[in-house]
T-cell receptor, first 114, second 115 residues
Framework: DSGVTQTPKHLITATGQRVTLRCSPR?????VYWYQQSLDQGLQFLIQ???????AKGNILERFSAQQFPDLHSELNLSSLELGDSALYFC?????????????FGPGTRLTVT | AQKVTQAQTEISVVEKEDVTLDCVYE???????LFWYKQPPSGELVFLIR??????QNEISGRYSWNFQKSTSSFNFTITASQVVDSAVYFC????????????FGTGTRLTVIP
């Protein structure tokens, strides 16, 4: 158990809908990262937050957005969902921005868009 | 640009055999870190090892060992005396200064250990 929690574990929704994925980092970790694992794209970085502020963006679509709240939990919002958004979404956390701090991954949220 | 190549898509071995998973990386930075993660059928990503670019010393942890060679930009992972519980997808990842704090993953190698 990495200490990173993600909810829900599974999510099934229809095209065009909007969903919110939630992540709680390990206690003491200030940085949260979101990754997407899909059959087409593999595992890829989406976005990073540190102590409430966006720090880095990867291959995140404009239909997707994220935020980190004062209690450090983070939410990834996916809107106007398409079939291709079906994937496993991981959240990871680390102690602070900068490296080489370890990233510990949550169990993931499996999103299925029908 | 950063790139991680895991040329072996799938490997099958019989239990107790040794197996090596290959990883080749590309980066322009002189300071970087390499990682291996395991993704069992349950889906979570489990951290296995981190190696920095200044430390080419090979590492052994139980049945696992890692061979880091900067000259060939490779960071290979060997499992000795494989067990059925080793069946998983293994990812090699790179983290460098240009890419900030992000992990760049290879496409993974699916290892199946046959009893």
């Amino acid at each position: 158990d990495s200490g990173v929690t993600q909810t829900p574990k599974h999510l099934i929704t229809a095209t065009g809908q909007r969903v919110t994925l939630r992540c709680s980092p390990r206690s003491g970790d200030l940085s949260v990262y979101w990754y997407q694992q899909s059959l087409d794209q593999g595992l890829q970085f989406l976005i990073q937050y540190y102590n409430g502020e966006e720090r880095a963006k990867g291959n995140i679509l404009e239909r997707f957005s994220a935020q980190q709240f004062p209690d450090l939990h983070s939410e990834l919002n996916l809107s106007s969902l398409e079939l291709g958004d079906s994937a496993l979404y991981f959240c990871a956390s680390s102690v602070e921005v900068g490296w080489p701090h370890e990233q510990y991954f949550g169990p993931g949220t499996r999103l299925t868009v029908t | 640009a950063q790139k991680v190549t895991q040329a072996q898509t799938e490997i099958s071995v019989v239990e107790k055999e040794d197996v090596t998973l290959d990883c080749v990386y590309e980066t322009r930075d002189t300071t970087y870190y390499l990682f291996w993660y395991k993704q069992p059928p349950s889906g979570e990503l489990v951290f296995l090892i981190r190696r920095n670019s200044f430390d080419e010393q090979n590492e052994i942890s139980g049945r696992y060992s890692w061979n880091f060679q900067k000259s060939t930009s490779s960071f290979n992972f060997t499992i000795t005396a494989s067990q059925v519980v080793d069946s998983a997808v293994y990812f090699c990842a790179l983290r460098d200064q240009t890419g900030a704090n992000n992990l760049f993953f290879g496409t993974g190698t699916r290892l199946t250990v046959i009893p």
